[in-house]
């Protein structure tokens, strides 16, 4: 795992980060008039929460990155209550172009401290159909805090997995997006089981 420090990270850098990450779909959005394009869901957590974080972000091969938390206040960096029970997460809903497309890469960030894997880790493909909406499944960062020297909480160790959260994340996605029918949602995962170079079921 690689850890990144900026001592010096400036306001307008904060809002330029914030602004960079993939918004939502439009509730109203009606997958039956898709012809071009397609929906992709998942939900986004962490296991464990200190006042401004962790946030884990996930960048796709086509459609820029999500994060699994975002911000109420920029100026303060306080972050919006957590959508999920059991974790510290939000469902994410994005309308991507048809075609193939791809999980590329992981980080976490902790205040203004930045870790990702020091290897790439494996490409995640699926593939985006027009007029459905595919479920990616449960992007997860399992995280253990601990405290440095001076006893300011940081994050000890990171282990990225995709889990299978269908049941949980299918009724949320239904209930907020009612225009979506049940035949146009793909539950099949790409993916299932921990996001690493070492797992065998990702070995290129």
């Known amino acids: 795992m690689r850890r990144f420090t900026w001592k010096c990270l400036t306001l307008l850098a904060l809002f330029i980060l914030a602004g960079c990450a993939a918004k939502n779909v439009d509730q109203s959005i009606n997958t039956s008039q898709l012809t071009e394009t397609g929906l992709v869901y998942a939900s986004l957590s962490t296991s464990d929460e200190y006042l401004y974080g962790p946030i884990a972000t996930f960048r796709l091969k086509q459609g820029g990155i999500i994060k699994s938390r975002e911000e109420d206040n920029p100026l303060l960096g ?86 299978d ?4 994340d299918r009724e949320m996605f239904q209930a907020r997006y009612p225009n979506v029918a049940e035949a146009d949602i793909i539950a099949k995962q790409p993916f299932v089981g921990v996001w690493s170079q070492s797992n065998p079921l990702l070995a290129q």
């Open 78 to 163: 306080t972050l919006k209550p957590s959508e999920l029970q059991d974790d510290y997460g939000r469902l994410v809903v994005l309308e991507l172009p048809a075609g193939g497309n791809s999980l590329k890469h992981w980080l976490v960030t902790h205040g203004v401290t930045q870790y990702q894997p020091v290897e790439d880790v494996p490409e995640i493909g699926f593939t985006v159909e027009p007029g459905k909406a595919v479920y990616l499944g449960n992007l997860h960062i399992h995280v253990r805090m601990g405290k440095n020297f001076v006893g300011q909480p940081v994050i000890g160790d990171l282990v990225p997995e995709i889990r």
């Open 165 to 168: 959260r269908s049941q949980r």
